[in-house]
Structures are given as structure tokens and as C-alpha cells.
Nanobody, 116 residues
Framework: QVRLVESGGGLVQAGGSLRLSCAAS????????MGWYRQAPGKQRELVAR???????NYADSVRGRFTISGDNAKNTVYLQMNSLKPEDTAVYYC??????????WGQGTQVTVSS
């Protein structure tokens, strides 16, 4: 079974930066989009950013201008560069591969903690 493996989370001070990485342990074909979601304690999981196979990118309003998503569909890898981090960015971050007509692929989650 193919898994998504994330790395790059950690503890950072407000204003700092982190880079998250996600790679599939095997090949996943016909990925419609690759994305990052996050879930803070007591809150629902929310979309942070996603990149479609054709290159279209969506960002949540709360991160636009601070976060940058990039990826390589052929290599099944996706990254999230997070700059100017705020305490409200603290959450568990999950990568996601969406394949139309198939169950979603999710990573195990990586903790990002931003101290004030």
C-alpha cells in the first residue's frame, strides 16, 4: 500500500519559517491535485493550499502571501514553504493526494508549533 510520508514540522518563533515535504512511498497515477491541510485543536481540518496537475494553485485566505506550495506530479512530491509564521498557524499539517474516483491518500501528519 502506498503511503504519504511527511517531514519538516517543528517548533518555530513567530515570524520564522518552515518547509514541509511530502513524498509518496510508491507511484500514484492520475493525481488530480496535491494539497496541504491543517487541523488545530478543537477545530475542523481545513485546506491550506493545493496544486492541480495543470498548475493551478489555491490558497486559503489566511496564508496567501506567506505560504508557497510547489510539487512534482511525476515524482509524487509536494512541498509547503511557510514564511512569516504566526501563532495561529499552529496545527497538525497533513498532505493529501486526490485521485478522481479513488480514495484519498493522506499523510500521517506533522506538528507545526509557532510560539509568540
Amino acid at each position: 500500500q502506498v503511503r504519504l510520508v511527511e517531514s519538516g514540522g517543528g517548533l518555530v518563533q513567530a515570524g520564522g519559517s518552515l518547509r514541509l515535504s511530502c513524498a509518496a512511498s510508491g507511484s500514484i497515477f492520475r493525481v488530480t491535485f496535491m494539497g496541504w491541510y491543517r487541523q488545530a485543536p478543537g477545530k475542523q481540518r481545513e485546506l491550506v493550499a493545493r496544486i492541480f496537475r495543470g498548475g493551478i494553485i489555491n490558497y486559503a485566505d489566511s496564508v496567501r502571501g506567506r505560504f508557497t506550495i510547489s510539487g512534482d506530479n511525476a515524482k509524487n512530491t509536494v512541498y509547503l514553504q511557510m514564511n512569516s509564521l504566526k501563532p495561529e498557524d499552529t496545527a497538525v499539517y497533513y498532505c493529501n493526494f486526490f485521485v478522481l474516483g479513488s480514495p484519498d491518500y493522506w499523510g500521517q501528519g506533522t506538528q507545526v508549533t509557532v510560539s509568540s
